[in-house]
């Protein structure tokens, strides 16, 4: 019974491609406009060994990554320090919310004119959004330290900096990682949405805007479900990376 | 003979810490008020009274975890930061640290006095065996019971050797069969160390049960109300509890407690 449980998501799988195959069978859609799942699965197969999808799947997610890790390395000593007191975080809250509240896709002529036509636009945009989740629920890790465990340390006779890195870093491990998830679906997002519209020559987004452009429609949803599977997996390796490092988190 | 602040042991029973003129507020709420007290060396003390008179409020000031407003408060005529004390708070959960193992929890306090890990270990070991604890501190403490992850915490809070020991309501968290096997290792921890030992209770027959002298509090602003001996032989089993001068001693702390709460 337990087994069979474990298979209850792929359900959704097979009803989505059924009806998918029926859809196709019945000719609902123009059947240009939706080819079948094999056709699809074929491209995504063809593109992604050897095919130039491949290739623009590694250059997402290699934008996906650089910008990733240049919000972290930003938000994550920032969102500690500004943490680490609740009256400095208060004073720079409305701010952090207002550009978080933002859409990063207004931001896009603005980093046009700083940086130009080229990567450079893409992942400082994506980074940029990303910092912003991370910051905050980093801060608000730390912020939310439980004052018992402050307190414990304090009886203990731990300074101010071993408070903070033994108890404060620690306890705003698992509110990290939640940045670090959401700020990454964010920063693939951007990515996705920049390959398709400033001026990109190879990314998923570029795959799926030129495939459609094309009129190459099993290469489309080919693309459309790389860039799913990447958001999917990227998501995934957190969650792996966190259950590994922060293995009290919900306990 | 009625038991009373007057009653037992010599007046020059040796003082471990002194509280003078300690005046404690929040807000407007005045919660002691120019206190004075005397705690015993080597003595086990329960400190019992009306919920919200500030019980807590008392151990926290004396272990200086709230501030206070004015007085003193002198172990053995120093301050607190020239001294070795330990803390068991109520909640458990959240005073550990999940992130360590119980036994590095328990030698945490080692860590931060920077004591190498050679002999952080050996005094671990030491504690261990003094104590009797047989159960496994490889673990996480979420992976332990309650009762387990309270001992743990009076480990920790012992493996400095501490003069004195502060303890917050330690078992209400806990279930009562739980509570009656903490009461025993709480017992042997005591009478294993002969440290001074202040332990807030909120249930009388623990509070009697356990100490050598009940401080019983009024409402807050807070005054002694009584200091009741208890001086029966220790260990304590099943029979204290049905013990004539157990039952004289609770029966005349709750009187004084009804008194303090009809006051109110
Ligand atoms: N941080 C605080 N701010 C305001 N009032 C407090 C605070 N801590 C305790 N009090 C008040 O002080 C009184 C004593 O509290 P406490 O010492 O926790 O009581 P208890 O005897 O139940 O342990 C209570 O009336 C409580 O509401
Ligand atoms: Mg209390």
Redesign the pocket.
Known sequence: MKRLDQLLPIVGVIGLIVVWYVAVWCEVVDPVLLPSPTQTFWALWKGMTGGVLGFDFFMTVRRTIISTLIAAAIALPLGIFLGSSERLYRSVEFVIDFFRSTPASAMFPLFLVLFGVGDKTKISVAAFGAMLVILFNVAYGVMNARKTRLLAAKVMGASRLRVLTDVMLLESLPQTFIGLRNGVSLALVIIVVAEMFIGSTDGLGHRVFEAQQLFEMPDMYAAIFAAGALGYGLNLLFLLVERRFVHWSGK | MPAGPMDGAPAAERAHVTIRGLSKR??N?V?YDKFDFDIPRGKLISVF?P???????LINMIAGLIPINEGEILFDGKRLNEIKFGYVFQNYREALFPWLRAIDNIEYPLKVMKVPSAERQARSEKLIAHLGVKIDLKRYPYEMSGGQQQLVSIMRALIVEPEILFLDEPFSALDYEMTLFMREQLQRVFQETGTTTVL?SHDLEEAVYLADRILLLSR?PALVADFVHFDDARPRTDETLSGAEFIRVKAHCLEVFQREVRKG
């Open positions: 929040f807000g709420a919660i009274g919920n919200g008179c500030g019980k807590s409020t807030v807050h």
